[in-house]
């Protein structure tokens, strides 16, 4: 492994030049000292990142990439106003560049509206290291093919199969931290994933089927333990099967009913109708322009019943091993435990620094950021729905008595509240007397979040409850989020279904 | 005035990535080779609540090398040209490790120089864009726009002020995004191509808000003077006045007037539908199902267009191919997908030069930028025109629901409003929609003559452009309900 010299003023090339926290100490420490004459508050973010990633799809040959890139992202805060600079390291000059570019930018912007006030703090230090039991980037390229080629042999069997693909990522980082307050972070942090998806086809009707998530796959933090821990080739065959399946299946019809919703689909109505409406930048008017605001005001907390007392919905990014997993945000706060949604009741936010002094709530860690490029905002971090008294799935269809059952995200959609919704799943089943049945296609469902979550009759237990890690967007330029949401399946009654 | 360079020296990227392919293939590490540089200098003026709360300078690069052997292919990437050669070294490697491991040979290959044929190495002409009269965009040129690299923080901000003026001076607020950038893209193979680009981008949204009601505007390009920001300000702000006392509509069908920015949603899922190479191999879509159909209106034309003198047109992929112009739709008519090596010769055709790498994805074709061609009605014409409709801004959220069927969701947002006997009715609340977009787009009568462009997420250097459009039968569903929480 080699070593940045900051001595050489040669830049970052390859993975675990910023594994040394001296180094990056000195690049933190010089991007503050640039700063220290101007900014009555700054931090820099410091960080190196390599991502693997292996796709085989049907028709094409496989692609492998492996992506690494290093740089700083200085923020500051002069006179009341903000101002941020990012750029790759290129030379050991670059921490000083950000750091006067941002002093810069946040000049021109002293004077317009209230000044801010960052509420001070003591230094926080620390180190974190994701724990990993297999190093998925030690794991020899033959057998990453070897799976990815089983997977895509099971699940195209089926000549209706028309496009299929099976994939596999990795990431590692080192994030250094430091603020003019005294902190010192580094974060070594390691996710793994993967995915696989099959595309049926005939003269009438294109249908997909997932597997383990909709949304790229699944993605933990961990290591190649992770992806043998999915079982993808026990699965590769139903999801090509089902695929097929789906196109002769009917159409899934319209009305009321009541559901049991499945993990996945869950954990994606978490993530659209809770984290984001319950992002406090959002809340305070930050992303009206582009992804919007929310039905949830400052006032609510502690008093607005969004669902059911059976809905309980935590932060909680220091449950181990999933995509929403740190120990630090990315300005410095240490992750915690914050309940979201306690017995039904708003009773906290997903907030940063910024957004907390100015609403008055307390500061839960959430701020956080695509890499060194871009601001820290509020974003997700583990945000998942405490399990329930439900029993196990079968235990939940059978108090469903007759419905239907569905899962796995197929379309999802929902305003710039927050509040209207509809999503589509890729199956569901009809549900008589608490049993399977008759599979459908085309499922969808629509409503309003509180009247939804309201209608939530019960939770599974722990046994049900899984993981699933997600990539989100927000901001201007759009910044990339990486997230998780925990889920067991839900009963929930009286829902409006067939609305697309 | 704060810096705006390229974030490489198009020179000195140009002689590296020459010398990496050339030291790759001449060193016997692969048999063929790849390698793009694409690098961004954006700087961003982002507002809310009275301040700037998110001003940003960011510097981005990234360097891919793919590297070949025996038709596999992998790929490393850095974040500048220092580790280049270890990159390099990372992809041969790793595709000599592929290629041992299945044993057969596979089918990637790098672009031929014929791919190439619009190159004309260190003959970029700079091209000022705008002005009276301004000229289409060769294929390959140097896109560098004067006054949107003047286009500073200080700009931005008095821009920021005099947009903060407007909503003050009806009682109300804005949140918004103005911004700048300087977008490079350089690309050299084995083959012997050499190519290298730069281009200016200026972007500017607003949304401002009075009471309850909201209105929006957007727009990008290669050139901030034709963007009109300062003149859209205030149009905004009085249409945001207007929209106040907004109430919900019944759910039924519509004859609509769609806004630029509503109907750039709905162009930007043509390849979706399946207007890309990936979709069209595998038998799936409108192109491989209905090439040669009339799919729309006459009065539709839909191409992505690399000659266009309006989104953010650049004349080359990161494959080094010419990008050429593809019409999705001429005049109603179904036409072909945007391919990249590998779907071009799985479809048996030339490369029309729309290879990309999106995260947290396997490299897939995508369109970059998508125009739709202009009518001859004013918007207030294509309004004029309705007896009984709807105006819609802005869509959002929106979502492919059935692709067989090409039906999206989503929601309306900001000015939207009844229209009733030609004229501009109340204002309406944001209401759900579901529509088949091809359905409706064959019903369209009317195309506005002034054009917008919205950015296209999770495209690099993506946009889309697209004039109002009236149509028929546009189908509105339940409005949004009030919020049911009630108090602990």
């Known amino acids: 492994m080699t070593h940045l010299d900051v001595a050489s003023h040669t830049g970052v090339h390859g993975w675990g030049d910023l594994a040394d926290d001296p180094t990056a100490a000195a690049l933190l420490d010089q991007a503050l000292a640039e700063v220290s004459g101007d900014a009555e508050f700054a931090d820099a973010r410091l960080i190196e990142c390599e991502e693997l990633r292996l796709y085989h799809s049907m028709g094409a040959d496989p692609d492998e990439r492996r992506e690494h890139n290093a740089g700083i992202g200085v923020r500051v805060l002069v006179d009341g106003a903000w101002g941020f600079a990012a750029r790759p390291l290129a030379d050991v000059g670059d921490p000083a560049r950000a750091a006067r570019q941002a002093v810069g930018v946040a000049r021109a912007g002293v004077g317009l509206g209230e000044p801010v006030r960052l509420p001070g703090r003591a230094g926080v230090s620390g180190r974190y290291e994701t724990r990993v039991a297999v190093d998925p980037f030690e794991v020899p390229g033959a057998q990453r093919h070897a799976l990815l080629s089983g997977l895509l042999d099971s699940m195209t069997g089926p000549a209706a199969v028309r496009d299929a693909q099976a994939g596999v990522n990795a990431k590692r980082q080192h994030r250094h931290y430091a603020d003019t307050e005294g902190s010192r972070q580094h974060q070594h942090l390691m996710e793994t994933g993967a995915m696989m998806m099959a595309v049926a086809a005939d003269d009438h009707d294109v249908q997909r089927r997932t597997f383990p998530n909709s949304f790229h796959g699944n993605t933990g933090g961990a290591g190649w333990e992770f992806v043998l821990g999915l079982d993808m080739p026990g699965n590769a065959q139903r999801v090509g099967e089902e695929a097929v399946a789906l196109l002769t299946a009917p159409v899934a019809p319209a009305g009321t009913a009541d559901l049991v919703i499945g993990a996945q689909q869950v954990s994606l109505q978490i993530h659209e109708s809770c984290g984001h409406a319950l992002e406090l930048d959002r809340i305070l008017g930050d992303e009206r322009n582009f992804a919007g605001t929310s039905f949830i005001g400052v006032a609510d907390v502690g008093r607005l019943r969004y669902g059911s007392p059976a809905v309980n919905i935590t932060s909680d990014p220091t449950v181990a091993g999933t995509r929403g997993t740190f120990a630090f945000d990315d300005e410095g706060t240490p992750a915690r435990r914050t309940p979201l949604i306690a017995e039904g009741i708003v009773v906290g936010t997903l907030s940063s620094r910024d957004s907390a002094a100015r609403a008055g709530l307390p500061v839960t860690g959430a701020a956080r950021s695509d890499g060194w490029a871009y601001l820290p905002v509020c974003f997700s971090t583990h945000v998942h729905l405490e399990p329930g008294g439900g029993g196990c799935l079968d235990d939940l269809l059978d108090r469903l008595g007759d419905g239907y059952y569905l899962d796995d995200n197929r379309s999802w959609s929902i305003d710039n509240r927050r509040l209207n919704f509809q999503f589509g799943t890729e199956v569901a089943y009809e549900v008589r007397g608490g049993r399977r049945g008759r599979l459908y296609k085309n499922f969808s469902y629509g409503g309003v979040t509180p009247r939804f979550w309201q209608a939530v009759e019960a939770v599974a237990g722990p046994g049900e409850v899984r993981n699933f890690g997600y990539p989100c967007g927000k901001g201007e330029p759009k910044q990339w989020g990486f997230l998780s949401h925990g889920a067991a399946p839900i009963l929930v009654r009286g829902q409006r279904i067939g609305v697309a | ?488």
């Open chain 2, 1 to 488: 005035m704060t810096e705006f360079a390229p974030a490489v020296d198009p020179a000195r990227a140009l002689e590296e990535l020459s010398a990496v392919v050339d030291g790759v293939v001449d060193g016997n590490a692969a048999d063929a080779c790849d390698v793009f540089l694409t690098g961004r200098v954006g700087q961003y003026t982002r507002f809310a609540g009275g301040r700037i709360h998110q001003p940003q300078d960011i510097t981005e690069v990234q360097v891919m090398v793919r590297a070949i052997v025996n038709g596999h292919a992998a790929r490393a990437a850095c974040g500048g040209l220092a580790g280049l050669p270890a990159a390099a070294r990372t992809a041969a490697r790793s595709a000599a490790a592929i290629a041992a491991s299945v044993g057969t040979p596979g089918r990637v290959r790098v672009a031929t120089p014929d791919l190439a044929s619009d190159l004309a190495p260190g003959k970029y002409s700079p091209r000022q864009l705008g002005g009276e009269h301004p000229q289409p965009v060769p294929a390959e040129a140097l896109l560098v726009d004067d006054a949107t690299a003047a286009f500073d923080t200080a700009e931005r901000v008095d821009l920021v002020r005099a947009a903060h003026a407007a909503a003050a001076a009806r009682g109300g607020s804005v949140a918004g995004m103005v911004g700048r950038a300087l977008t490079q893209l350089v690309v050299a193979t084995s083959t012997g191509i050499r190519r290298a680009t730069l281009a200016t981008e200026a972007q500017g949204g607003f949304t401002f808000e009075v009471g309850d009601g909201t209105a929006h505007v957007i727009d990008l390009g290669r050139a901030v003077g034709r963007l009109g920001l300062r003149d859209a300000i205030d149009g905004a702000a009085a249409q945001a006045a207007a929209s106040v006392g907004r109430v919900e509509a019944e759910p039924g069908e519509y004859t609509v007037v769609l806004g630029p920015e509503a109907t750039a949603e709905l162009v930007s899922f043509l390849p979706a539908f399946g207007f890309s190479g990936e979709l069209a191999a595998a038998g799936v879509g409108v192109c491989a199902r209905r090439g040669g159909e009339r799919a729309a209106s006459a009065l539709v034309s839909v191409a992505d267009d690399a000659l266009a003198d309006v989104g953010l047109p650049i004349g080359f992929d990161i494959e080094g191919v010419t990008k050429r112009r593809v019409a999705l739709l001429d005049k109603g008519i179904v036409g072909s997908p945007v391919t990249d090596l590998s779907t071009a010769a799985a479809l048996d055709v030339r490369s029309s030069g729309h290879a990309h790498i999106a995260r947290e994805e396997a490299p897939a074709t995508r369109a970059a930028n998508l125009v739709m061609a202009a009518g001859g009605d004013t918007e207030a014409s294509l309004i004029a025109g309705v007896r009984r409709g709807v105006y819609l801004q802005r869509f959002w959220y929106t979502r492919l629901v059935d692709r067989a069927a090409t039906t999206i969701t989503g929601v309306t947002r900001d000015a939207c409003f009844e229209i009733v006997d030609g004229a501009l009715g109340r204002p309406l609340a944001g209401m759900r929609f579901t529509q088949p977009v091809l359905e409706l787009l064959s019903t369209v009568d009317g195309v506005g003559d002034r054009r917008g462009t919205v950015p296209v997420m999770n495209v690099w250097n993506g946009a889309t452009t697209a004039p109002a459009i009236r149509a028929h039968g546009f189908r509105l569903g339940a409005a949004p309900a009030s919020r049911n929480g009630t108090s602990a």
